[in-house]
């Protein structure tokens, strides 16, 4: 078996990741999964930080569409960021590896409060670290929160988790035609129009040289895959 390619990591997992077969919500069995695949990952000695986004539950855009002031739809969806992390932090917990969620807002009798030293910290420890509450602000997303984490946590990669196994030149499930790339850099994503997050994480990564690393989700042990240098996915950076 190959070598970790990679010392300290943050991986990103929309709350969608979370809903299994479904389209809103947590499903347990997906959550003891993914907790599995992270913990394997972790087993190979890469330090990991999560990031878990909330749009399984709310999505501040969303909600204030409906009316509600856009910041408190935003911290709406921080909220469901922390329901998601604290649900995959008793799963990892439960297969015996020591997790802790770090939320970015505030609620000390629900977590620890996340700061960088505490992050850097945890991580040194070996437990897997779930970063919750995305940057505290309303207006961002967890995308960016990824970005950002891995900047300030000296990581050497996004892992950002998707239901497709890279960046195609178009969606693969509109157009048949569409083709995968192993390899490209911010510059190309840009230019090609590729959106593989939003604007505000995508000129973050590119900032910072981040590479982003898309793959699927769906398959079991495909974080363990991507941090060995294996399985199928795009290297963005
Ligand atoms: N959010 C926010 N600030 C952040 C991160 C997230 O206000 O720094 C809110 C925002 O409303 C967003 C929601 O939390 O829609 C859930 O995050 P996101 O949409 O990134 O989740 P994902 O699509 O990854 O499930």
Redesign the pocket.
């Known amino acids: 078996m190959s070598e970790p390619a990679y010392r300290r990591v943050i991986v990103k997992l929309?709350?969608?990741a979370l809903t299994g077969t479904k389209d809103f919500g947590i499903d347990q069995p997906t959550v003891e999964r993914l907790a599995g695949d992270l913990v394997a990952a972790a087993r190979l000695g890469v330090e990991l930080g999560v990031v878990v986004?909330?749009?399984?539950i709310?999505?501040?855009?969303e909600v204030s569409a409906k009316g509600v002031p856009r910041p408190v739809?935003?911290?709406?969806?921080?909220l469901?960021?922390v329901m998601n992390c604290l649900v995959l932090e008793a799963a990892v917990e439960r297969q015996g590896y020591e997790a802790r969620t770090l939320s970015?807002l505030a609620m000390t009798a629900v977590c620890e409060t996340y700061n960088r030293k505490r992050a850097v910290k945890n991580l040194g420890k070996g437990r897997i670290v779930l970063l919750a509450a995305?940057?505290?602000?309303?207006?961002?997303?967890?995308?960016?929160?990824a970005v950002l984490r891995a900047a300030e946590l000296d990581c050497e990669a996004v892992l950002k988790a998707t239901n497709v196994d890279g960046v195609y030149t178009a969606d693969p499930k509109k157009d048949p035609k569409a083709k995968r790339y192993d390899r490209l850099s911010h510059q190309e994503a840009i230019e090609k129009d590729l959106r593989v997050m939003d604007g505000a994480a995508f000129a973050l990564a590119r900032e910072n040289r981040m590479p982003i690393i898309v793959f699927s989700i769906r398959e079991a042990g495909a974080i363990e895959s991507v941090l060995r240098g294996k399985g199928r996915a795009t290297v963005v950076g």
């Open positions: 929309s709350g969608e986004g909330g749009g399984n709310f999505r501040g855009v739809g935003d911290t709406m969806g921080m469901a960021t970015a995305g940057t505290g602000n309303p207006y961002f997303t967890t995308d960016t929160t």
